[in-house]
């Protein structure tokens, strides 16, 4: 899948090259190919070329990533985002065999105007300025519909499903969703880690579940065909939200507390309440997240430990995979946003501590490599097929507009 050719399947075109005189950032960005080794996972030719075709013939959505360049040293990001433009990574997406990916945007880093993210004018910022670059080119396109999603599949283009983490944006207002989903926007996470006038983020130390404001959102998230997503929420506020929809609920970038025990992992209470949803799971792959005790070196081997024990605990046709992985340092992001991203990870046991994920390290090479392991461990190309993307699509089929 993956080509050592930048250009390969695309029309040559850099984010924001249609800018006189071009934009001139005072620092390089990370590579789009080729940043890490490649992933070895031990496939034979057989297992690599089925692996290969069911990416080819089945539609493949990522329910979370960030899909656009970083700044070749991390520390550098606060000042990327002050410009309010992330770079689409247009060669890595095309080499990719995604169909379409939830592409979050700069999310709890978008810190465009000042140095807390979520602001409104910030928000809407990122969502134009991405836009405004995506349409100087046709090979990556947004996503709004289903049939949107099946003509990028039909065409070989790569859908992107906007989608924000939180909607700490909105404050107190329940129409500024309809403005979101104006601006295109699909996909809404409750609360991140800090609560906000819809309910509790998950790093806070009591539970108080959903607002009544909370609840009046989660209505007109319905009526808009805006799908929900927890995966930041607190427990009581996933299980309220699960409660309260009368539509399925995502839980796009996840994982197990009964695998590994931090507050970004969820209870299999809330599990079975996403699933009871018509929701779907998506396992992250984010450092240090998805860890397992059977395998306490993060790798794909304990993000999978996850995925096994969901489509245990709730079935297959409820999990899919949002790996959360971007182009660029994610080890380092985590570093320079620490005070923004704390709180998730806290009192993990003790595990090792990883440079990057292997196998599971950018938005161009997970599929081909969750694909890869799916088939190496004896998956039916049936339930290949659900979770790279089919369950995905069936949920969101009963979530958004026509
Ligand atoms: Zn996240």
Known sequence: MASSDPGAGTDGYLAYSYLEPPLALPFPLAPELGRVPPYDGGLTADERARADRLLRENVVISLHDHPVRFPADMADTPAYNRTGRQHTAYAGLAASGLTVVFDNLMDGTACVTGHAPWRWDDVVTDLGMRQADLAHQDRVVVVRTVADVARVKAEGRVGLVLGLEAATPIENEVERLDVLHGLGLRQIGIAYSDSNALGSGLAEPRDGGLTSFGRRAVRRMNQLGLAIDVSHSSPQTALDVCAVSDRPVLLTHGGARAVWDIPR??????????????????????????????????????????????????????????????????????????????????????????????????????????????????????????????????????????
């Not at 079935?315 to 971007?326: A, K, R």
């Not at 938005?363 to 969750?370: H, K, V």
Request: glycine share 12%.
């Open 265 to 402: 992992m969820m209870p299999d209470d809330v599990l079975r309440a996403v699933a009871g949803t018509g929701g779907v799971i998506g396992i992250s792959a984010a450092p240090h997240t998805t860890v397992s005790t059977a395998h306490p070196r993060h790798s794909i081997a304990s993000v999978m430990d996850h995925a096994e024990h969901v489509a245990a605990l709730v079935g297959v046709e409820h999990l899919g995979f949002g790996p959360d992985t971007l182009y660029g340092d994610h080890v380092g992001l985590h570093t320079v946003f620490a005070d923004l991203m704390g709180g998730a990870t806290v009192g993990a046991p003790p595990h090792e501590r990883v440079p990057y994920v292997d196998g599971l390290e950018n938005p161009t090479e997970c599929f081909a490599n969750i694909a890869g392991w799916l088939v190496q461990h004896g998956w039916s190309d049936d339930d290949v097929a659900l979770v790279l993307g089919a369950n995905a699509l069936r949920a969101l089929g009963e979530t958004w507009l026509p």
